[in-house]
């Protein structure tokens, strides 16, 4: 290489000194021209891609540059297109091995010495090592499907290990939404009974007759549509597990039966006289104060300590603010996933909505929420606009989801929500659409609530 004898400036024998600078760099750049074909590519973005510079100079940036969005979103087409510059975006790309590298890539417009538009350059960098350190410190802070770095959840991971070792009946309490049945399920999976089943049942969903044919099961003409003998939920839970979701709402003649099969591990099927054994651990759940119903005689006593071995109280979301960041992105990786976007982030104006909600329907309510915002939002960041209206109001003007009257309050929440609803149909003159829209809700949940409420409607 020859140089002149003042500096060292490479000749136009050797390379430009823009092309050592670049060279020198960790990240990846290339440029293309008007047409889209690569006319620069220096030695990380070789390193990264696999591709050689002589093999991608003069080729069309998607040929070597194979990222998610070549086809759909183009970074560098969009740039050209309206100067418009794209700053850190993370996409992946397929290597000359095929192997998806996660990289943040940056586009700009590339401009002669007069000012006109010629092309576009690209700067990338090689998020891999970054990715894998993401998921380490996740996994440090999940346990089973469980998520949450709070001082309260992960108290409840460090002793859970030791509940599911044991065959003790646990009582799962916490608000609906918070995840009880990711905590039974985590109990079953790590307990010596996983390879036998974790059988639910949602006691506040059936009748208390239908409850009793469900749980213990019945005989042939037990009753006139009992045509063949049917096995209960007790029999298929046989040697796992049992999780009896909301059982506060089991009525009294049913916890007398569940009793006997917690005191003696047997039961009779419906229409039967013959006693059957069965070996089942019993998991309880519910968002009601157990202790106060006992005191109200709404709950038996004696069922009430027989399940009261081991007592889990699970943290509302409003507990545990700083879990919310962490389950964001978890929701926002699998909706990706499920909906094929390319959403990276939230903006923090969004994120200090998001944050200063009361979520009474929890963890399941988030979820509602970035899954709401993730349909809405074209590019790739979450903005305020994207939201449900109602997280800018406070909470007792609005509750979107039909748990969210659950709870200790339930009558006042109950005359809340009435009053809100009312007030909104006549905002909007009736119309039902308008309504539910304004409210977050959809529309049929609407009608179900106007029927509840016995709310006029025009």
Not at 391 to 415: I, K, M, W
Request: charge should be neutral; include cysteine; charged fraction near 30%.
């Amino acid at each position: 290489m020859a140089y002149n004898n003042k500096i060292d400036i490479p000749t136009q024998d050797g390379p430009s000194w823009t092309q050592l600078i670049l060279d020198s760099i960790a990240d990846g750049v290339f440029t293309v021209d008007h047409e889209g074909r690569i006319t620069s590519f220096n030695k990380a973005a070789e390193r990264i891609t696999g591709f050689s510079k002589k093999e991608a100079v003069g080729q069309y940036c998607h040929e070597i540059f194979r990222s998610n969005l070549c086809f759909e979103a183009c970074a560098l087409k969009h740039t050209a297109e309206t100067t418009e510059t794209i700053v850190n975006l993370e996409v992946n790309i397929l290597n000359r091995d095929n192997k998806e590298v996660p990289i943040s890539i940056s586009t700009a417009v590339v401009r002669d010495a007069s000012g006109n538009a010629v092309g576009a350059v690209e700067t990338f960098r090689d998020l891999s090592l970054i990715k894998q350190l993401r998921k380490e410190i996740s996994s440090s802070y999940s346990f089973q499907d469980i998520l949450g770095r709070s001082k309260s959840m992960l108290e409840l991971f460090q002793i859970l290990p030791d509940i599911s070792q044991s065959d003790a009946t646990v009582l799962l309490e916490g608000e609906s939404g918070t995840g009880k049945e990711l905590f039974a399920a985590a109990i079953h999976n790590l307990s010596s009974r996983k390879k036998k089943p974790l059988i639910k049942v949602n006691c506040a969903a059936l009748p208390e007759t239908l409850l009793e044919s469900e749980l213990f099961g019945y005989k042939k003409g037990a009753f006139t549509d009992a045509r063949t003998d049917k096995p209960g939920r007790f029999r298929q839970a046989n040697g796992g597990t049992m999780l009896l979701d909301e059982i506060g709402d089991m009525s009294k003649g049913t916890q007398v039966k569940l009793l006997r099969v917690l005191e003696q591990k047997e039961f009779e099927p419906l229409g039967s006289t013959k006693t059957e054994k069965v070996d089942v651990r019993i998991i309880a759940a519910t968002n009601r104060n157990l202790m106060e119903m006992m005191h109200r005689r709404e709950f038996r006593e004696d069922l009430f300590f027989r399940i009261n071995v081991i007592r889990l109280t699970i943290p509302p979301l409003r507990e545990r603010r700083e879990d919310i960041p962490l389950l964001i992105d978890h929701f926002m990786e699998r909706i990706n996933l499920k909906q094929s976007k390319q959403i990276k982030k939230v903006s923090p104006s969004a994120l200090k909505t998001i944050l200063d909600y009361d979520f009474p329907g929890n963890v399941r309510e988030l979820e509602n929420i970035i899954e709401h915002a993730m349909i809405l939002t074209k590019g790739i960041e979450i903005q305020p606009r994207h939201l449900p209206a109602y997280l800018g109001r406070d909470r007792a003007e609005h509750l979107p989801q039909d748990s969210v009257v659950a709870g200790r309050n339930f009558a006042v929440l109950e005359e809340v929500e009435r009053d809100l609803i009312a007030r909104t149909l006549e905002r909007h003159g009736g119309s039902t659409a308008a309504a539910a829209e304004e409210l977050g809700i959809h529309r049929s949940t609407l009608w179900r609530k106007i029927k509840r409420y016995g709310i006029a409607t025009r």
